[in-house]
Each structure stands twice: as structure tokens, then as C-alpha cells.
């Protein structure tokens, strides 16, 4: 299907469907999270097809949107930990929201007493942090040194469990 819009409205329409589907399930369980932001995906993706990039900016925003809904929900590890596979399977958006979603699956480890899987995850940040620090020494670089110094603290913490 061949798309009316500009790639721009496409993009402004998914965080509009998106805007709403956080309104509508952000107080629900998983079922419901997980119907509606399929529902979204669903409905959204084939207007798409001809925008490979948009394809995939839907699938991740989807899967980041359905772990931050859904990590602080008690849910079993195991399902958060799955969430957040399917986020790193897709990559991030940007730094700021690998940093974001990272921290929070991180912080999660640390409560479930995997803390050698945490240091694994907050070393992981680290090195991309400074990756991304190495690329563009700009704006960025003062955000960088905050969330490596967080990544220092979120290690040091688990290191002293194990």
C-alpha cells in the first residue's frame, strides 16, 4: 500500500497513535498493554511498507514503549527481561534512549538480585557510552560523563553483592 502522506506526517502519526495508546493502557496489565500496542503495530505498519526506516522506527518505539510500560509492573523477570531483549534486538533510537532503557533494566537486575547480569548491562552502557562520546565531542559530551559516572555507580552497587 502505497501512502498518501510524507514520511514527516507518517512519523508525527505513529507518536500521535502511540500518545494515545500510552493514554489509554498506561494504568492496565500486560495483556492490555501488549493488545494495544500490537494493535497499533498492526494497523500502522502497512501505511508504511514503502519506508523500510519508518518500519523499523515503529517496531522500536512499540517495543521501548511496551518495556517502560511494563517494567515496573512486578512482573516476573523473566518477561522483563524478554522485553528488554526485544528492545536491544531492534537497537535503539538514539543514545539518550539506550541510556534510559538500559538504567531501568539494569536498576531491575539489581532488584532481582541478578547482579552479575547488571555489571554485564551497565558495562555494556558504559562502553557505549564512550563510544558515542568518541564520535561527537559536542553537546553531548556533558550528558556522556553523566551516564558513565551512573554506569560506575549502578556497577559498584552490584559488585557489592556478588
Do not use: W
Not at 498506561?26 to 519506508?51: A, C, N, S, W
Not at 527481561?81 to 539518550?96: E, N, T
Not at 551497565?122 to 551512573?150: G, N, Q
Amino acid at each position: 500500500m502505497v501512502s498518501s502522506f510524507s514520511k514527516e506526517e507518517l512519523s508525527r502519526g505513529l507518536c500521535n497513535l502511540l500518545t494515545e495508546a500510552y493514554l489509554k493502557v498506561k494504568d492496565l496489565g500486560y495483556d492490555e498493554i501488549v493488545t494495544e500496542f500490537d494493535k497499533v503495530e498492526r494497523t500502522h505498519t502497512p501505511h508504511i511498507q514503502e519506508y523500510q526506516d519508518l518500519v523499523l522506527e515503529t517496531k522500536r518505539r512499540i517495543a521501548e514503549m511496551k518495556f517502560l510500560l511494563l517494567s515496573d509492573k512486578g512482573l516476573p523477570f523473566e518477561v522483563i527481561q524478554g522485553l528488554h531483549k526485544d528492545v536491544r534486538d531492534l537497537g535503539y533510537l538514539s543514545i539518550d534512549s539506550e541510556d534510559t532503557l538500559e538504567t531501568i533494566f539494569c536498576r531491575h537486575c539489581l532488584n532481582h538480585q541478578k547482579y552479575a547480569l547488571a555489571i554485564e548491562v551497565a558495562t555494556a552502557l558504559k562502553k557505549s557510552v564512550l563510544s558515542e562520546l568518541d564520535s561527537s565531542r559536542d553537546s553531548k559530551e556533558a550528558y556522556a560523563y553523566k551516564a558513565i559516572a551512573r554506569c560506575d555507580r549502578l556497577i559498584s552497587l552490584a559488585k557489592e553483592y556478588l
